[in-house]
Structure formats: C-alpha cells, structure tokens
C-alpha cells in the first residue's frame, strides 16, 4: 500500500456535488434515519452549539445580576424575590455541564472524526450511535421542559435535602440528565468497541492519533461513572415520588451519602470533559508545530493514568462537608497526584513547540490559548486540594474562577479549537483566517477579564451562589461582568464568520493545515465511506514528506508513511 | 480502478447478516460481544450504588435490617430464585441450541425462559401486593398493622428462653429478649445528646401484652422498605425488559434467523439475563436471609 492517497482526485479539484457526505443523499429524512457517523457528528455539533448558545445566555442573566450589589434584574424585600437567580445559575450550570461540555467533544468531533482517524467506515454500532443521539435530543427536551414549566433551583448538583423539599419541576431536569447519562454511556461503548474491534491491518494502538487515546481514556470514564450518576439520579427521583428515606434526611436517609454518589460520578465527569480537550491539543500541537509529537507514549499513558486517578478523587468536593480527617488527607493526597499526568501533558506540548516550525493559524492560537488558561487552571486546583486553604475558599469564587478556568478556559476553548480545526474538513470550506485570530484574542482577553477577578473576589470571602453582595465587592463583580459580556462578543464573532464562510468560504483542499493523521488523507467533505481503498496507516505524526501544493491550496504527501 | 481490491472483492461476497463496515463475520461478532460485556459493566455499576446504600445502612443500623426482614416471605423468594437459576439453565441451553442448529429446542428453551420471567413477576407481584396490604411502604407510607410474625412468640415461651443459657441463644427473637432492651442497636457512635422521646409506635406495641411479648421496633424502620423497593424494583424493571428482549429474539427464532452460523442475538440475549439472574442471587439473601 504504498499509493498516495490523495490521488482520488486530479490536482486542483474538489469532490464533484453528490460524491460526499453532506450531498450524497438530500432531505431532512436523509438527516433523521442517518447511519453515517459523520452526519451524526454534525448534528451533535448542532445540537451542542444551541445549548452553548443557551447556557450562555443564562450566564449573560447571572453577570447582569451582580451588575449591582443588591441585584440588578432580582431583587425585593423577601428571599422569594431571588429565587429565579437560583433558576437562572442552575439552568446555566446544568445546560453546560450535561449538555455542552460532556458531550462538547466527545460526541461531536469524536463522532466524526474517529472512524477517519481510524481507517475505519463508521463506527461499530451506527444504529446504536443514531438511538445514542435521540437519546440526547430527549434529554435536551426534557431539561429544557424544566425551565419552561417554572424552573429548578437546586443548582446543578442537585444536594438533598432541598432538591427532596423544593418546589418545582426537579423531576423533570434529573430525568433529563438521567437520560443523557445513557446517551453518553452508549456513545462510550460505541467507541471503544470501535477501537477494538475496526483498526485497520498496520494501525496498531501506539499508531493511534492521541486524540483516540484520549476518547479511549474518556469511554472508560463514560462506561464505568455515567451508571453511578444514572442510579443516583434515579434515588433521587424517587426520593422525591416515594420517600425512600435514603438519601433525605427526613426520612432516616444520609444526605453525605448522596454527595458521594453524585461527586463518583461528577468528579470523573471532569475528565470526560477535559480528557477529549487535551486530545485536541496533542494534535493540533503536532500539526502547527510541523514536527512529531514529543513524548507520545506519555500523553497517550496519562489519559489512562488520569482516568484511573480521576475515580479516586471525588471526595476533595466534601472536605468541610463531615468527612473524617483521615479521609479529608487520602483525598487530598490523591487529587495532588492527579496533577502529575496532566503536568506531563502539558510538558510535552511545550516540547513539541520546542524548536517546531510554528503556524499561527487560527486553530493554533486556540491551543497556546488553552496552554495559558489550563495552566492557571490547573495550578490553582493544587490550592483547592490543600486541606487549609480549601477551608477557607471552599464556596467562594475562588472555587468558581478555578472551575471556569479548567472548564470554558480548558475545555470549552479547545471545543472552539476543534470547530476552527476540522471544519474545512466538516463543511469543506475555508474560514477567514484574519477574522478568526482576531475573534481567538478577543475571546482570550475577554475571558481573564471575567474570571481572573473571581480569584481575588474569592479569597477576600465572596460566597458563591449569591445573588446579592457587599458593597466592596462591586468593582470586581463588575470586570466580571464586562468581561463575560465580551465573551458574548467574541462568540458572536466567531459565529458570524463560519457561517458567513459556509456560503463564501473558498472550497476547503484534502489537507489544508498539513495535518499527518488520516482523517486528512480522504476528500474535504469525506466521501460517504471515508475510504475507497483501506488507507495506509504509518506512524500518526510523520510530517516527512508532506509539502505545500499550489494548485490545490492545500498539503499533499509526497513520500509514502509505511510507518518506518 | 481497473482492478478491484481484495476489499471490494469481501463486499461483493458480503454475507445477509453482516453489517457494511465489518469485513468478516467473526470481526462483526467480537465487535458485539465487546459491546455486550461492556454495557453489562455499566449495568453491575448502576445496581453497585444500590448494593453500596444497602452496605452502609446495613453496617449503620444492623436493628433495622434484622426486625424488618422478617416481613419478607422466605419461601416465595427463595421460590423466585430457584425459578430465575433454572431460567438461567434453559436460557444457556437456547444459545447452544442457536449454535447447534436446532430449531425445535431453541424455540422450546426460549419459551420456557421466557415463562419463567413471567412466574417471577407473577410470585413478585403477590409480594408487593402483601406489603401494600400490610402498610409496609416508604417514608411516612410505613404504617404496619402488625409485627413481623416471628417477631411476637408466645409470652411463655419468651420468659422460657430469657432464662435459657443467654449466650447459646441465636434466634432473632432470643436475643431481642436477653439482651438489654435497646431501641437501635446502631455501631454509629452515640451522639451528645440522646433521643429526647420514645417512639409512639414503640410505647403501643412494647406493651406486655396478655398473650404475646412482641419484639420492640427500631427506628426509621421504613428505610429498609426504600432500598428493599428501590433494589427489587430496578431488578424487576430489568426483567421485564430482559423478557421484552426474549420475546423479540423468540419471535426471530421461530421465523428461523438463528444458526451456525449467525446466533449472536441469542447469546447476547442469554449474557444480559443471567447477569440479571445474577443480580437476584445476591437480592435475596441479602434482604430475606438476614442473621
């Protein structure tokens, strides 16, 4: 298999109308009964980004509140006069948590590009997939039917006993989540099934692109957490319908106990969501680096070793919450030893730039991006794991900004990452790349603006979850809320500027970044069968050999990788 | 292309049962039966939070389980597990038959195992319904009419075994009577400050009565009614869609799908039930069989 694969087009032609994903078949029934990972990536994609929007907006609502010390949009004379604060800030928690950030990646960008990356023509289980992203849609609905039948104020972890005592439709957005737990659970199984059983002959697993490694990593997590999450929820609906009495207080049950369920769960789900993000860093590293990944063996290893750590960890959410000290210090002293994987990780990107040829494309802004913020992310986590001072910042913003910086600094930054990186490959359109580095900076002063003051705020003692304040805390609250408002801005942007290139974007070439994975080696859109002959799989960050092309716009392989 | 690849070449030769993205059926197999082990791995994980309240409860309050067990009906539980465990056997033998081609005994197997979900739920049933009957329900529901029945023994009897040797004795009712009289025997260690009442319901029922002495009930006995529903409910709504999934792959099989050389169905079919029967076989010495 020495051929080239690029070849199934002459130079400087782009697949004819009809011959790829998007236009072989036509109709929304084409749409709805699709097998075709690929088509069900772009509506994951879809569906994501409109809860992205949604989420959004509702942090929009927060950051208008706290405009002004007694509330800018709720406020009045009796506690009942903020509870649609504690509406808004659970609708945002959960819709970024259960429907942006979980499936962000994974079920998008890991539905499209796995099997390309693979060799493979689809996924394992393609029915299987398409019943996975209904299943998505359904508990979209129903937590969505929560905000519209009154809302939920509990937050998103659900803590009983007010999640068994308050009014409202609580039943309704657990179910939801409960629902999506399953979606994500069979996506999961999806996956690793894929990678067992579909690897083409020459694709061994020290061939796979570290972004499988990284969703192999995550499935793990989806597979053996999501069912613990899937049970608790389920306790706690009944809780509610029947009074089981254990997990509610009033009934004889232990409310701990539910919080160890819930963070058994919760605290793995972190790394569903970071595990795929730091996936899209090793590749997009090694591409715009135009050298080979730096110590391959090692980010592929501390996916696995972060996942195994990360079941291990959970109770760092409840050190002041009644835990003995001697589990408080266990705890402490495992979610320290987290740090060490992701540290590795984060060295060996910075090697990889290390004498690299570096590209400032859009995609690569996004991933220094991610470097800084993951950077004051994760060191900051190291303060939360300290048993003094998580007394002390446990509850404030402190807490907040960490969560945030790991999680839209880290995760959500490198979803829009993957959105820049694969879309010529997705849409086989180019965006403007002038507008897109400018939208990248913009989003990363933006958002330093929002959250770096939280970190003063919290250690000076503003509680979380407030939906009025001191008056000394306004001038940070208000950076804050500039800062979130620009974020808005920034997201607009970079909307404005895809969509406009999905009408008026040049046509997008085979290769346009000189990506060395396969997933670049099929047209841009793929074919509806990913591959007309079994690609020839060498090893995954060769860059030997691929060179710029005039006549298409794009890279091409001038030398066969057969992998020596 | 003026040459077809071998692959192409396996597509046109693409056998009924085989899926387009697999190229051989044995490839397509593996692949399922990863698929299967894997959801049985989420599936022991969604009963182990279950499994994982009963064990602290149970080591938290060992008076709740061992007095509220007693409302349970050994027999009709152990009937129901030895109705499960013989399904499990008649299940194993449908796949074999799949893999040895004969149909008349598949069909056969598959209906006995599905027969046998059907006398479970019949046999659960009739639990539910006693305990309905009897207020032994949830939360503020809990309102029992009577005592278990091994609870309450004859008076005589009772002042007959107290003066027995105490430490020889091993009965539930025994103990309850020589011990000191406790209303929770809990290994949480006691708070600063004890319970400022007695139970109403204790003060009603822990009086001598003329005939009967009747063991004193602890508290928050409804508890164990939570996780006794929480734990055998999600197992039935399991075995309800274990037999949903029999009754399909039933249907298939009369139809003649199955064989040699394409049986995965029924052997997936088979590994999601005995995992349910599985489950039951801890069930029901954990909460009928309580010492």
């Known amino acids: 298999m020495a051929s080239i694969p690029v070849e199934h087009f002459p130079h400087g032609a782009f697949p004819a ?31 994501v980004l409109a809860a992205f929007l949604l989420g959004g907006i509702f942090a929009m609502l927060i950051r208008a509140q706290l405009l002004k010390p007694d509330g800018l949009l709720f406020h009045g004379a009796t506690t009942g006069a903020y509870r649609p604060y504690n509406q808004v800030f659970t609708v945002h928690g959960a819709v970024m948590i259960f429907l942006v950030l979980i499936p962000g990646i994974p079920a998008a960008f890991g539905n499209f ?92 697993w020290f061939r796979m692109p570290l972004f499988l490694w990284a969703l192999y990593a995550t499935a793990i997590i989806q597979i053996i957490a999501t069912p613990v999450l899937g049970i608790t929820l389920l306790l706690l609906i009944f809780e509610r319908i029947f009074h089981l009495g254990i997990v509610d207080s009033r009934y004889g049950g232990d409310p701990i106990l539910f919080q160890h369920f819930f963070w058994f769960y919760s605290h793995p789900a972190v ?22 990944i730096f110590g391959y063996r090692f980010i592929a290893m501390s996916s696995v070793a972060i996942a195994t750590i990360g079941f291990l960890i959970w109770g760092h959410h409840m050190f002041p919450n009644g835990q003995s000290p001697l589990l408080n210090a266990i705890f402490s002293a495992l979610t320290m030893l987290v740090s060490i994987p992701s540290a590795i990780k984060v060295w060996n990107w910075l090697a990889t730039l290390f004498k690299g040829s570096l590209d400032f494309k859009t995609p690569m802004c996004y991933a220094l991006a991610f470097m800084s913020l993951f950077a004051i992310g994760g060191l900051t986590g190291l303060y939360l794991a300290t048993l003094v001072v998580d007394v002390h910042v446990h509850d404030t913003y402190f807490l907040v900004a ?68 001191l008056p000394e805390y306004q001038s940070y609250h208000v950076w804050s809320s500039v800062g979130a408002f620009m974020q808005m801005g920034a997201a607009v942007l970079v909307a404005g500027y895809l969509i406009y290139s999905l009408y008026r974007g040049p046509r997008a070439p085979a290769n346009p970044w000189g990506g060395s994975t396969l997933e670049w080696t099929c047209a841009s859109p793929p074919p509806p069968d990913n591959f007309k002959t079994p690609p020839a799989v060498g090893r995954p960050y060769d860059h030997r050999g691929l060179e710029w092309d005039e006549k298409t716009g794009g890279y091409v392989r001038t030398n066969p990788n057969t992998g020596q | 292309m003026t040459t077809a690849s071998p692959h192409e070449l396996a597509e046109h030769a693409h056998p009924r049962n085989l899926a387009h993205h ?95 979900g059907f006398v479970f739920m019949g046999i659960k049933f009739v639990e539910y319904k006693a305990k309905w009957e009897e207020g032994l329900l949830t939360g503020k529901w809990y309102r029992p009419e009577a005592p278990p029945e091994e609870a309450a023994i004859p008076k005589q009897d009772a002042t007959q075994k107290a003066g027995a040797v105490p430490q020889q004795s091993t009965t539930v009712d025994a103990r309850l009577l020589t011990g000191p009289m406790v209303l929770e025997r809990s290994r949480t260690p006691a708070g600063a400050v004890g319970p400022t009442g007695i139970s109403p319901q204790w003060l009603e029922r822990g009086k001598p009565s003329e005939t009967k002495w009747i063991a004193p009930e602890p508290y928050n006995v409804q508890t164990f009614f939570g996780i006794y529903f929480a734990m055998t409910g999600l197992h039935g709504v399991h075995v309800v869609a274990g037999m949903l999934v029999i009754g399909w792959v039933l249907l298939r099989a009369r139809r003649g799908d199955f064989g040699p050389d394409y049986f995965s169905p029924v052997d997936f079919t088979g590994l999601y039930w005995h995992l349910v029967d599985l489950v039951w076989i801890f069930l029901f010495p954990l909460l009928y069989l309580i010492t």
């Not at chain 1, 359904?138 to 068994?164: E, Q």
């Not at chain 2, 109705?83 to 069909?107: D, E, N, P």
């Open chain 1, 271 to 292: 790394y569903i969501m970071i595990l795929p993000a730091m996936g899209v860093m090793s590749e997009v590293v090694s591409t715009f680096a135009r050298r080979e």
């Open chain 1, 17 to 47: 109308r009809g011959d790829d994903y998007l236009s072989c078949r036509r109709g929304l029934l084409s749409w709805a009964f699709t097998l075709d990972h690929k088509r069900i990536g772009v509506m994951y994609l879809f569906a």
């Open chain 1, 402 to 469: 960490h969560f945030h910086y790991v999680m839209n600094g880290g995760v959500m930054i490198m979803f829009i990452c993957a959105v820049h990186y694969w879309w010529p490959k997705m849409t086989g359109r180019l965006y403007n790349e002038t507008w897109g580095r400018i939208g990248c900076l913009l989003w990363w002063i933006a958002f330093n603006l929002t959250f770096f003051p939280q970190f003063l705020m919290g250690t000076q003692g503003m509680p979380r979850r407030y939906a009025t304040y």
């Open chain 1, 113 to 204: 590009v796995l099997p390309l990356m693979l060799g493979a023509k689809d996924v394992a289980f393609p029915r299987l997939n398409l019943w996975s992203y209904y299943l998505f849609v359904l508990g979209m609905l129903l937590a969505l039917g929560s905000v519209v039948f009154g809302g939920v104020d509990t937050g998103w972890t659900f803590y009983t006993p007010y999640s068994t005592e308050t009014s409202g439709p609580v039943i309704l957005l657990v179910s939801g989540a409960f629902v999506l737990g399953f979606s994500s659970i069979f996506t999961g199984i999806n996956f690793i099934v894929t990678m067992h059983t579909l690897r083409p002959r020459g694709m061994t």
């Open chain 2, 22 to 116: 697999f190229d051989t059926p044995a490839q397509q197999f593996a692949a399922g039966k990863l698929g299967i082990w894997l959801f049985l791995t989420t599936e022991v994980l969604l009963f182990s939070g279950l499994f994982c309240a009963y064990a602290v409860y149970r080591v938290n309050h060992p008076a709740i389980f061992e007095y509220a067990h007693l409302y349970l009906s050994k027999p009709l539980g152990a009937t129901n597990t030895l109705v499960l465990i013989f399904s499990s056997f008649t299940m194993a033998t449908a796949v074999w038959a799949a893999q040895t081609g004969r149909q008349k005994a598949l069909v056969g197997l598959l209906a006995v195992t599905l027969l046998c």
